[in-house]
């Protein structure tokens, strides 16, 4: 079984970018639950959207690179498809790690809210 250091190591820069992206609300959202103020608050929501949409991005791209690679493909046969799935579900995994931090992030601000009043 691949370690993530591995895995973090064969990711293409626009992959990292995006998993960077993703986990920003769940930093912000902590820092909130911390220490809670007006300017952070209203940070969420544009960071939440820019993770989400940077992980549609990062998808869209694994998706595509996984078309490239079937394309290229001399035949297409069902060893080349078999060979392909995998990368095809790899692609999904910065967007299930991006709404997975954004859940807790949100859920942070929720508890930071409620310290708040």
């Known amino acids: 079984m691949p370690t993530l250091g591995l895995l973090l190591s064969q990711a293409s820069i626009a992959a990292k970018l995006g998993l960077l992206i993703g986990v920003s609300p769940l930093v912000l959202g902590?820092?909130?639950a911390l220490r809670p103020n007006e300017r952070r608050l209203a940070l969420m929501r544009p960071i939440s959207l820019a993770?989400?949409?940077?992980a549609l991005c990062t998808v869209l791209i694994g998706v595509v690179n996984v078309l490239t690679g079937l394309a290229a493909t001399p035949s297409l046969t069902l060893a080349s498809v078999q060979r392909a799935l995998p990368g095809l579900a790899e692609s999904v995994i910065p967007m299930f790690l991006t709404f997975a931090c954004l859940t807790v992030?949100?859920?942070?601000v929720a508890l930071g809210l409620r310290r708040q009043a």
């Open 105 to 108: 992030a949100w859920l942070c």
């Open 30 to 32: 902590v820092l909130y």
């Open 51 to 54: 993770a989400i949409f940077s």
